[in-house]
């Protein structure tokens, strides 16, 4: 798909699809990581219809796709994640810490107000 971008939107215009597909692998292989130190074996078939999924809803909904504990606002859920991220893969943490911030930022810009405790324990 030929789209024209100006030129003082270049950057931004690469650094977005640097963001999607680059940071996508970088996700995927630590959500794989994770998986095997759970004990699958196969993680890509684990994660392979949950993403193809995920990915298709995101496409065609945007935010509005996202599920999960942060949308629900279930901070002991958040806190078994963190506190399992640090026992078993401390290197995934800070990712995972940012990701989670930045859906919290989306969930507040899209008007759906997360419970402020939820930042206050994805930062500790």
Not at 25 to 44: F, H, I, N, Y
Request: hydrophobic share 50%; aromatic share 2%; glycine share 8%.
């Amino acid at each position: 798909m030929a789209v024209e971008i100006a030129e003082g939107h270049r950057a931004l215009y690469h650094a977005a699809l640097s963001h999607a597909a680059n940071h996508l692998v970088t996700l995927l292989s630590g959500a794989s990581d994770a998986l095997r130190a759970a004990g699958a074996d196969k993680p890509g078939a684990l994660l392979a219809p949950l993403v193809r999924a995920a990915l298709e809803n995101s496409l065609a909904r945007g935010f509005d796709a996202l599920s999960g504990p942060l949308l629900r606002g279930d901070g002991d859920m958040i806190a078994r994640h963190l506190a399992a991220l640090a026992r078993d893969c401390p290197g995934l943490l800070p990712a995972y810490r940012a990701m989670a911030l930045a859906t919290l930022d989306g969930l507040a810009r899209a008007g759906k107000n997360p419970p402020p405790e939820l930042r206050a324990l994805v930062t500790r």
